[in-house]
């Protein structure tokens, strides 16, 4: 199976909203709501961020918010920090057993 | 809190066996709702999943590593094991061992990860 399409890089400046983008296809993102964002600073493991599309973990800020559209996930930050500056992976179920991640993004806050 | 540490070589020889060990701590491998997985990262690239497997020992592969791949489970000592057979230089990664999490048989996210280990194939 192919890898989730993602852009390579999305900015936003201090205190304003972003959103990252996440396409798949009818046989993974469209047919399955267990979409999970993955936060990943450099030379460290990767950290759940949203799981079934849109749910949070316990304790994680509100700001991160998930949402899907068809074949399409999305991902959005809102009032950015310094913080937030990382990469971004989405996740799908793609049936059959079998889990595809996106290529990732790199946020940068500006 | 749950915690996973990967152990292995650092450097494997083309052709050769990869093998790698995650140990769990914090929690027992066998509780029920949870698939220990292998997940790697080629050098500056997305993540692949490789696999998982339940304390039970059912496993599930990636179709495009199968043939290849083989986790195995002690519940006796916390861990779970990858080997990857044949390896290329294109198997040269960041592996990551992590917790698929859900309820009951209905997976829905990878919450707990290792901190990774980089295994580098080279002669």
């Known amino acids: 199976q192919s890898a989730l399409t993602q852009p390579a890089s999305v900015s936003g400046s201090l205190g304003q909203s972003i959103t990252i983008s996440c396409t798949g296809t009818?046989?993974?993102?469209?047919?399955?709501?267990?979409v999970s964002w993955y936060q990943q600073h450099p030379g460290k493991a990767p950290k759940l961020m949203i799981y079934e599309g849109s749910k949070r973990p316990s304790g994680l800020s509100n700001r991160f918010s998930g949402s899907k559209s068809g074949n399409t996930a999305s991902l959005t930050i809102s009032g950015l920090q310094a913080e937030d500056e990382s990469d971004y992976y989405c996740c799908s179920y793609a049936g059959n057993s079998n889990w595809v991640f996106g290529g990732g993004t790199k946020l940068t806050v500006l | 809190q749950v915690q996973l540490q990967e152990s292995g070589p650092g450097l494997v020889k083309p052709s050769q066996t990869l093998s790698l060990t995650c140990t769990v701590s914090?929690?027992?491998?066998?509780?029920?709702?949870?698939?220990w997985s292998w997940i790697r990262q080629h050098p500056g690239k997305g993540l692949e999943w490789i696999g998982y497997?339940?304390?039970?020992?059912?496993?599930y592969y990636n179709p495009s590593l199968k043939s290849r791949v083989t986790i195995s489970v002690d519940t006796s000592k916390n861990q779970f094991s990858l080997k990857l057979s044949s390896v290329t230089a294109a198997d040269t990664a960041v592996y990551f061992c992590?917790?698929?999490?859900?309820?009951?048989?209905?997976?829905?996210?990878?919450?707990?990860w290792g901190q990774g280990t980089l295994v580098t194939v080279s002669s």
């Open positions: 009818s046989s993974d993102v469209g047919s399955y709501n267990l």
């Open positions: 992590a917790r698929a999490s859900g309820y009951g048989d209905y997976l829905h996210s990878f919450d707990y």
């Open positions: 497997i339940y304390y039970s020992g059912s496993t």
């Open positions: 914090g929690g027992s491998i066998s509780s029920g709702n949870y698939y």
